[in-house]
């Protein structure tokens, strides 16, 4: 029996077993990254010295202080770095130290693999909010929302049926819907593309719409297109948050799925949830949990339940107002820089009344969804590539390959020399008015 | 621009924003469970209190003080707190202190979703061990083993082929093994059940076999049974380790699955890893990871570094000497109580050389396989579930229902329940001497 001795001393705790624990945690943060990278406790060691840094695209050097100047902007992933200055400057708030006997088992004291206080306080967190109703709903956890969209399709599409249900979205869509779905070859369902595809449908299909809203890569706010009693949507909810969209009300749809990454910023950790109405469609998503992995990593939600709480504390005023303020500002360098241009546009997104900001507020979208606006420019991938921007191509997501989407969640670095480049090809535009016209025509 | 400062004085670190978190993991620690449960960072706080303690099966009251005299044993599921004190007596060395800004992003520096400080501590604990062969393989991470049985399946089903690969097993087998495949629903595979289902087999077909090595539940080193240019195993080598088995080789199957859970613990944390040959077969399954869950949390990989690196300053014989001398007591208590019953038998497992510990060894398995020997007796799991020992039935290993599967690596709490019930059904047993011979004749 080892017993853990509580030792006060004028007021303190004198730590005993952690001491080592934070010692290793500060002098890893203490390694000067110049702003430019940051170093982990588990990065590269080499020759048994501290851990190396680990700098930010564009950044070299052993100290991240080396800016290389011919480097291409990196906007392709949704590496959402942008709240990482959040976090460290809430670092006491934030941190956790985790025992090396921490949750060994398989289960939570209930006997499920979902601990209870995290989802007690995600369902606080929705009202706090008022992005999405949660009363009287079920919840599972996912390894992101990537685990629950496989789940929730799995879930919905009915068993034992003779043919599979089609499973659908609206282009443009985020990609993994389609990869994911046909990864998996299921005699349940197949993924047939946009909703358009299907022609003559009866109510009798049975057919399942990946909605997202507000829409990856577009930002809108997307309703479901199809309805119907065999008809049922997936709201992709990730982006429903204050740092991304203006939040007109609380959302009620049956099936709803949020993630981690896009809340907090911490797409490593791998945690999502979906908020269910009926209950057996709860049952086969737990099934799919249980049966696939087990649940989702203990560590990952005693992660997630910090976080949130911190989150929480102010009533999610300081992170979305950290999120909200850096995004629209992003948003509007980024607006500012293309409105010179006659060659590539934006998507209009409308202020709107925000119920959680109480406010109208403009746009602040995670991803710009540019659009080469030449008739020669057909691949503006490679139109941005050439100008040192990379992006994700329109084909991506089902869409022309005359759009990409351009991530603007990434780290600040990432973004100052994405509205360089850019700014550097609008000059080049407006330094050629003669071609750029003839071209017009 | 956040500085975190080195702040030494006297030779020590002055702690600053690891103080609270340190605190808060040393007040949880010392919340007194009287040795038979233990509170958690993330437990239930009832009235804004310090979080309860959570007890052991049979004990309860606010400090598990209470021992429920009449309790069943709980030797069901496989959770493995056989190693929960081990992690106590070293809680200085095995503590982490997560940053609230620790590794955000998808991936590591390598873009992978693969920590490589992670995959050659692995590497190097397999050398040491000498359990397999490493050498010129590929990793790829799981969520614990689970996630990555279904996705060795899924790599191993040829693509596009008319008819789908047969998966077996040899009964008794692992039930997850049936209820995964069946619920992926594939046009690429179907679970077909025991090897001798598959009749009039041709070198044509494609079959998976499922090997667990040792066996869960009967501890015996299977060997595939079927070998042909399209027949593949894949190796479920999670119990194979110095704790439940003598070492004969280092093996060298061309797929092997290995897991936290049953090496150092923690089954929360859903880590495993699989060891792979071939190329095109790895590039599958870690599609399959990054498509189905884009791999595993970086929490748990950061937690898995930390477990195995302890696990190795000693070079394993630390764990291993406490893993195997616990289990191994375990063992022999139990049959010494089932030694004098005519009622219940226990699987053999013959003394090896194991090459780790460079001795002859006896048997130390996770699970007993117990058989009810009585004729009447047909449904064993009922038998015992009477006398109070609730264990796992044979049906849920596709055996007959004469046998059960008692966990042993549960907390001492339970083995030693376990161990009180059986001895009073011994005691029961060879007190109707009458009855017991009647029965035998």
Known sequence: LVVFNSLYTDGEWALSWTKRAAEQAEQVAAICCSGHGRAYLDGLVLDGKEPVCECNSCYGGPDCSEFTTDCAANADSGNPYFLEPFWMQHAAKSAILVSGWHR??????????????????????????????????????????????????????????????????????????????????????????????????SDADHVIEFVTSPNNPDGKLNKAVLHGPNFSAIYDRVYYWPHFTAIPAS?????????????????????????????????????????????????AQLRALKLIDVALETGGREIFEFGYTTMKDRWEKLTNTLSVSNRFSLQKIAPQYCTYFQKIRGPSPAYAWVKCEREEDEDCYKVLEEAKVNGRSGSEFAAENRYVRLSLIRTQDDFDVLIQRLSELVLEERQQPIYAIANNV
Not at 158 to 179: D, G, H, Q, R
């Open 251 to 299: 959302v009620d749809d049956d099936l709803m799925i949020f993630s981690l990454s896009k809340l907090t910023g911490h797409a490593g950790s791998r945690f999502g949830w979906a908020v269910i109405k009926n209950e057996s469609v709860y049952q086969r998503m737990a099934e799919y949990m249980s049966t696939s992995s087990m649940g989702v990593s203990r560590d």
């Open 104 to 201: 060994m088992g398989y289960s939570y004291p209930d006997d499920s693999y979902i601990s209870a206080q995290l989802e007690a306080s995600i369902r606080k967190l929705h009202a706090v909010v008022g992005n999405a109703v949660t009363e009287g709903k079920y919840f599972v956890f996912g390894a992101g929302s990537t685990q629950l969209l496989n789940a929730a399709v799995h879930a919905l599409a009915p068993e034992n049926s003779s043919s599979p249900a089609s499973v659908v979205a609206s282009i443009p869509y985020y990609k993994l819907y389609e990869t994911q779905t046909e990864l998996f070859r299921s005699l349940d369902y197949l993924f047939e593309g946009d909703v358009s595809s299907l022609k003559n449908i």
